[in-house]
């Protein structure tokens, strides 16, 4: 695809339930980032992946969350036993990696809400 | 963790002025970015500027750097009601990663 894509746009789950978000990246694009943003809030750092090396995790709230990347494309949010605080909108981006900085291209995000 | 954090967290102003935005930050960066949201979704790239550069250009955007003082700026000239938005800056450290941390926005309205 031309953009970044995410899946479900919105998704309404009930308190204790999982749900899984998914981030299709920009083909050939090495970096790919999970944020969090809150109503009105900043984006709150999630997950990195670059490449083959270890994802950099230091953004996960909890161990309810947890992400991989299969193959170096897709990507996928896991949250676990989610709570009323985990509502929020999860935005995916992906970057070509260069070490020196490029732009991050960011998906629509989706839409979470803990019933 | 956060480490831009723009200034003023709000700004109103009319149509055809210039917009500033301030973003300081605490560590040591190898580039600084802009970006702009609307309605709450995702993000679009505006520029961004390398830690050897003082300042940048883009259209009706300039940047600039002052690495000395940890801080950006963003001005958006002949502002348009179209450039309502939120405004953030993010941060990258290099070192061989492209990690990005975002400040908490500012809102920007321009009123017709």
């Known amino acids: 695809g031309a953009g970044v894509s995410q899946s479900p746009s919105n998704k309404v789950t009930e308190k204790g339930k999982d749900v899984e978000l998914r981030c299709d990246p920009i083909?050939?694009?090495?970096?790919l980032y999970w944020y969090r943003q809150s109503l009105g809030q900043g984006l709150e750092f999630l997950i990195y992946?670059?490449?083959?090396?270890?994802?950099?995790k230091s953004g996960l709230p909890s161990d309810r969350f947890s992400a991989e990347r299969t193959g170096g494309s897709v990507s996928t949010l896991t949250i676990q036993r989610t709570q009323q605080e985990d509502s929020a909108v999860y935005l995916c981006?992906?970057?070509?990696?260069?070490?020196?900085?490029?732009?991050?291209?960011f998906g629509q995000g989706t839409r979470l809400t803990v019933v | 963790s956060q480490q831009g954090e723009e200034d003023p967290q709000a700004l109103s102003i009319q149509e055809g002025e210039n917009a500033t935005m301030n973003c300081s930050y605490k560590?040591?960066?190898?580039?600084l970015q802009w970006y702009r949201q609307n309605s709450g979704r995702g993000l679009v790239h505006l520029i961004l500027?390398?830690?050897?550069?003082r300042e940048k250009h883009s259209g009706r955007l300039r940047v600039t750097l002052d690495t000395s003082k940890k801080s950006s700026s963003l001005l958006i000239t002949a502002s348009r009601a179209a450039d309502t938005a939120s405004y953030f800056c993010?941060?990258?450290?290099?070192?061989?990663?492209?990690?990005?941390?975002f400040g908490k926005g500012m809102k920007l309205t321009v009123n017709p």
């Open positions: 981006a992906s970057s070509f990696s260069t070490g020196l900085g490029t732009e991050a291209f």
């Open positions: 083909s050939g694009h090495t970096a």
């Open positions: 992946f670059q490449g083959n090396s270890a994802p950099d």
């Open positions: 560590t040591s960066i190898n580039n």
């Open positions: 500027i390398r830690s050897n550069e």
């Open positions: 993010a941060t990258g450290n290099g070192g061989g990663s492209e990690k990005l941390v």
